[in-house]
């Protein structure tokens, strides 16, 4: 009973003696929680006012550039209607008009405004030089331009092509715009290949008196017996230089036949009926493939053909306007009509395209573009007179020091002696820095790296000799060997300092050389 009492006792005894201690590390490790808390909530505070700061920084830089981006956009186009201007009739509209009037065809239309100054620049340029005219023409080929999926450019391009080289007006782009559409829609291509294509014949059918609808009539029908657009333009084109300028194989070969085998039978007739004229003429005469090889034959062929080599097989390998041909006035020759017919009955073709185009989400997308485009730059309008200010200021400035180097020669020297004593003397403030920071934290950073290595440093005193006073020393132990060198803190400032002018010296001759080279 005493043992269980003295147990007891014992037990009451320990935990009297611990529990205020125990306590007392409770309250300080809460205390300590709190302390902590308080310092994360500070921290946080003090980097939330850091964060908003950059923040507010950021955004201020943004809006100045912004204003940048603005005003470049602007310069850009106000260069493209200083183009149109020298070469536009502007009698009945105003620079400013046409301003306005080239941002309606980019929000309406879906290029740029540049794209679009630029489109009008080269529709004037083409001889339309009435701007208002330009501005009609140019609508049309925007519809043309969409509807036929290729660019305003190429829809420009080919409309004042065909209108230049038959001599026709404004007006007509419209008719011409449903023709392309009606050769696109009868035939086997894209519009971008026929725009981009046309141009090469149009010269030489207009050169003929071959109307607009036969010709395209003529390409729609070559697309359809697998020829590509560009294929279908360069035969015609060698056909009808071959009519223009008839060689002496084809001439013997037309008196033979009874055939009037001219350019001004042609413009009489027209293409579809010379053709069918000339088919006729060769089957009552009982001629054949021969015949006409021998009448679209190129003067290169001519050997060719009087040297007996008259197969259809050997001459189509360089004579294409003879495949054109007998395409045109064989199995094709109903397709030719039917197209070509079509021509007149195709009217408002462009306008159907452009609508049903127009509303695609690709169109919609390109739209979205141009009219952010156009917003960017009737902002950015308003920063040009501040930019031609800023940018004429700096030029007359730069050209008063030019002036001024000029005038007086020795300023030149005075000002590159200056600069290069400047540079020296950063690049001395700058040894400076590195020589104090060395003596502050030299040893330091060296007792650091040698720790990392495995190496043991000692601080001691060398003791004062005669005129010199004591100096700091280290004592260094290689682990791996147990030897110990001694070396003093001023051996240490002049290793490093050595180290330091070795660094500068090879920065400096880096970039001499470069500048040389």
Known sequence: MESRTFSLGIAIGLRDAFTGPALRIVSMLGTMKDTATQARRDMEKALGGIRTSLLSITAGIGVIASLGYLGRAAVEFQHSLREIQTIADTSRTSIAELNKEVKKLAMTYGEGPVDQANALYWTISSGILDAVDATKLLHQANKLAIGGSTTAYAATDVLTTIINAYGLKVKDARRLSDE???????????????????????????????????LNAAIATLTIGGLSASQAVQYLRQGFGNIIKVTKTAQVEAKKLGLDFSAAKLQ?????????????????????????????ATEEDEAAV??????????????????????????QANKFREVLNAMTLEAGA???????????LE??????????QTLRTSL???????????TISLRLAIQSITWLFETFPPLKYVVVAATVALGALLIYLGVLKAKSIIAAQGPALLQKAFDLMGISITRTTVAAQTGQAATTAFGITFAATGKV???TAAQIQAALWQVVLITVAIVAAVKFLRYIW
């Open 180 to 214: 392309l559409f009606t050769t696109v829609k009868y035939g086997k291509m894209h519009m971008q290949d026929l725009a981009t294509s046309l141009g090469m014949v149009i010269p030489a059918a207009a050169n003929l008196g071959i109307s607009t609808q036969e």
């Open 268 to 296: 009489s007739m027209g293409l579809y009926d010379f053709l069918m004229y000339v088919k006729e003429t060769i089957d009552a005469k009982g001629g054949d493939r021969t015949s006409m090889a021998k009448l679209f």
């Open 306 to 331: 009087n040297a007996g080599i008259t197969s259809w097989g050997q001459l189509f390998r360089s004579q294409q306007a003879i495949q054109a041909m007998l395409a045109l006035t064989g199995k």
């Open 350 to 360: 462009t306008d159907r395209a452009f609508r049903i185009m127009y509303w695609s």
């Open 363 to 372: 169109n919609q997308e390109k739209l979205l573009k141009s009219n952010a």
């Open 380 to 390: 950015g309008e308003a920063m040009i007179p501040i930019l031609a200010t800023l």
């Open 485 to 487: 060198i001694t070396i």
